[in-house]
Each structure stands twice: as C-alpha cells, then as structure tokens.
C-alpha cells in the first residue's frame, strides 16, 4: 500500500501489524511507527506538489543496462554517469547481482544534443567496480569510487592535456577502513564534502566536510556535519551548489516518504546548517531518491 500511494491503507496496515508484535521490540516497534510517519509525510508532500517538470533522459544516454550518479560539469557540456554495460573494460559480470561491473561513461552536449557515451577506459577504468562520484567546477578534476575489495574508497583522477591520469587514493583523512561512498567539491574547489560510515558518527553514514590545506597541500581533517543534517540512518549522495550555502542530500532518516528522500539545508551566519527541508513531490516519491544533482541557476 505504501509504495502504491495508498497512504491511508498502508497506515490502517502498519497499525493492525503493531498489534501482532508479541515481543514489543523496541526497534521494530521504532520501524513500524517510522513507516507510519513516511506515509503522513508522503500524504502531506502528494497533497501540495511543487512546480516541476520530470523527463527522462532518452538515448543515447540511457540504455536497458542501469545508467546511475550523473555528475555534470558546471557549464553543463560534459556529463560523466556509471552504467553496468556489456561495454565494461573487465568485461565481467558481477554474479552476486547478475549485471556487468560497474564503468564510468562519459557524454558531451554539442549542438544542443547529448553524444554517445563514450567508455572512459583505462586508466580511469578498470576490471573491478568504478563509479563516478563528483566533478570539479572547472572539469579539471574528478573524484571516482573504488570498490578496494568492499573497502569502498575515493580516489582523485587529474585532467592533463585530453587524458585523465590514473585514479589516485584521497588522503587518511578522507578515507578510512570503513566505507566512503559520495563527495562534492565547492565552487572554488577549496571545500570538499563527502560520506562515510567510520566510526564516531550519528548514525550509519554520515556527511563530513573537510578544507583544503595550503601548505601541506592536500586536504585537512574532517569534520562530522553534526546532528541536524546527520540521522542515526544513512545519508547519502552529498552535492554542494555553487552558492556554497545550499547543500543537497539524501537521507532515510530526515522526514521522508519512504526509503531516500532528497533533503536541502542551508548554511546559516553563525556558520551552522539549517534543519534540511524535503524537497518535495514529484521529484521525492515513495521509493529511493538519490544521486541529485543540480545546476548553477537551481533550475536544472
């Protein structure tokens, strides 16, 4: 019911489940009551849709493969994404999922049309799961995810001339032995935010921030964004705007309708961050939202 929409059905439902609960868990009683919540938001968000025109991307940019994680360049020419293809450069199949592994693609819009996307190949690519995760403003500079064996980790590839160098591993203060999932560079590029599940956090992962250091030129220690953005859930998919006030994420545990919402908190003149803001139906629906990305203008 709740994933078909049928807010109050779904309501009726979770309630007559409460009632089966013999143990009175407290976690799945915190689950259920938590459904519950989703669906009065969801029937809030439905009741008042904001003004905003859907479409989907076409070919030759989506295929039958999973086409995921857009990131575009800041004057929107060049659009990086992660496909699992039967153009792979392993040329494997992941068995536990039965699709190929993941690669980096790229396309650029000429003439007001996207390309075909284009494999990156290698050195950017390689036989294991590689999938984009941000662009610099300047298209200079891209931050890519690598499996590392289920280490999930961030690593840096550098635009030279018309070749993208071999993918480097971001520093210990970035990457830990835990996971590191999504970043997004500020507009000046001396700011980076990213997501990580290593201890010490709120929840499960976390959005940190980190600054880049002049002298040791590399970037300095992270810091957890804290309690209003970070829930004892996951967020996830972090994107700074190039206002570097307006940061996007998705989230299970800010008010959602189900699954990952896609949340908006501003950065306030004291310096902390606002509580996030759903950023409402149709782009939010009852299943996961995640991997937003916005342009300059916030219209796009």
Same mark, same amino acid.
């Given at each position: ?95 536990? %999922? ?55 980790? %961030? ?69 957890? %964004? ?20 307006? %940061? ?53």
């Amino acid at each position: 019911y709740h994933i078909t929409m049928q807010f109050d059905k779904a309501i009726a439902a979770f309630n007559k489940y409460k009632t089966t609960l013999v143990s009175k868990n407290p976690l799945e009683l915190e689950d259920v009551n938590k459904r519950i919540e989703e669906c009065e938001t969801a029937k809030k968000l439905v009741a008042a849709p904001i003004r905003a025109f859907i479409d989907n991307f076409g070919r030759p940019v989506n295929t039958k493969y999973p086409e995921y994680g857009a990131i575009i360049s800041a004057d929107e020419s060049v659009m990086m994404f992660t496909s699992r293809r039967n153009t792979s450069t392993g040329g494997k199949l992941d068995l536990g %999922l039965n699709e190929y592994y993941e690669d980096i693609y790229i396309s650029n819009k000429i003439g007001g049309k996207w390309t075909e996307p284009e494999n990156m190949g290698r050195p950017v690519n390689s036989d294991e799961h590689d999938a984009t995760v941000a662009v610099a403003p300047d298209a200079q500079s891209m931050i890519i995810y690598i499996d590392d064996k289920g280490d999930g980790n %961030l690593y840096e590839c550098k635009l030279v001339g018309a070749i993208w160098s071999k993918p480097k591993k971001m520093n210990k203060n970035i990457n830990t032995k835990s996971h590191e999932s999504s970043a997004s560079y500020s507009s000046d590029g001396k700011t980076l935010y990213f997501v990580s599940n290593k201890p010490g956090g709120f929840g499960n992962h976390d959005i940190y921030v980190t600054s880049w250091n002049e002298v040791e030129k590399d970037w300095g220690e992270a810091k957890n %964004l804290g309690p209003i953005v970070n829930t004892k859930y996951n967020e996830e998919a972090v994107v700074i705007h190039p206002d570097g006030k307006s %940061l996007y994420f998705s989230s299970q545990g800010q008010k959602t309708m189900g699954g990952y919402d896609i949340f908006k908190s501003t950065l306030k003149e004291d310096g902390t961050w606002g509580v996030p803001e759903n950023i409402g139906y149709p782009i939010n629906t009852v299943d996961d939202d995640v991997f937003f990305v916005i342009n300059a203008s916030g219209r796009r």
